[in-house]
């Protein structure tokens, strides 16, 4: 596997598995806000959580794992028009197929990943929001498979942030998947990111 450090609109870490197609998938994992930064020396803060705990060749197969970070001064939800900019660009560069596109992000990305999915709803085959909130009064327009995840312990995020979305997705989408921890708290991503998540991922297309 490649580990590759860019910078186009955000700086980025990309992995890369040895053997992939000429359009892989591609998952945009977006960070917390402890992880904000400015490239360079502290680019590394976007390994601390998430999927760069579990990816290897063997499970991120045919997909590259993209991992941008947040400016020091700004967070995710304010960034919405960058991240469509900046995921264009990532299916232009990696020749991506644009049927097998996902977003996923913790706490202040898991704010990110509600809000850009409501934005851009027709962009993602599936997404995975950890500890964060949206809009219920939107979630109609998320109509691609979601899987939420919370801590029922967290004293950061409300729980009510996920739940309030969950029961707004209930009667509208079936392919709806969440999970609330009893006793976790705000490191809810320490049982959502994990294999069995990435394999949920990357079993939807777009199309279906």
């Given at each position: 596997m490649r580990i590759l450090k860019q910078e186009t609109i955000f700086p980025y870490i990309a992995y890369i598995p040895d053997t992939i197609s000429s359009h892989p998938a591609l998952i945009i994992q977006l960070h917390g806000a402890g992880e904000r930064g400015n490239g360079g020396d502290d680019l590394d803060l976007v390994l601390v959580h998430?999927?760069?705990?579990?990816?290897?060749?063997?499970?991120?197969?045919?997909?590259?794992?993209?991992?941008?970070?947040?400016?020091?001064?700004?967070?995710?939800?304010?960034?919405?028009?960058?991240?469509?900019?900046?995921?264009d660009q990532l299916i232009r560069d990696y020749s991506v197929d644009t049927d097998r596109v996902y977003l996923c992000g913790l706490s202040m990305g898991g704010f990110g990943t509600w809000y850009m999915a409501?934005?851009?709803?027709?962009?993602?085959?599936?997404?995975?929001?950890?500890?964060?909130?949206g809009m219920s009064w939107n979630a109609s327009v998320l109509n691609m498979p979601v899987w939420a995840f919370h801590g029922m312990e967290d004293t950061c995020v409300s729980p009510s942030q996920t739940m309030e979305m969950v029961e707004a997705l209930k009667p509208i989408n079936p392919n709806l998947k969440y999970d609330l921890y009893e006793g976790v708290g705000h490191n809810a991503w320490d049982w959502a990111f994990l294999e069995e998540t990435l394999h949920w991922l990357l079993s939807y297309k777009r199309d279906s």
């Open positions: 998430g999927f760069s705990k579990v990816v290897n060749d063997e499970n991120l197969k045919d997909c590259i794992l993209v991992m941008p970070q947040c400016p020091s001064d700004s967070f995710w939800v304010a960034k919405i028009e960058s991240l469509k900019r900046f995921t409501m934005a851009y709803p027709k962009l993602f085959a599936a997404i995975a929001p950890c500890c964060g909130g």
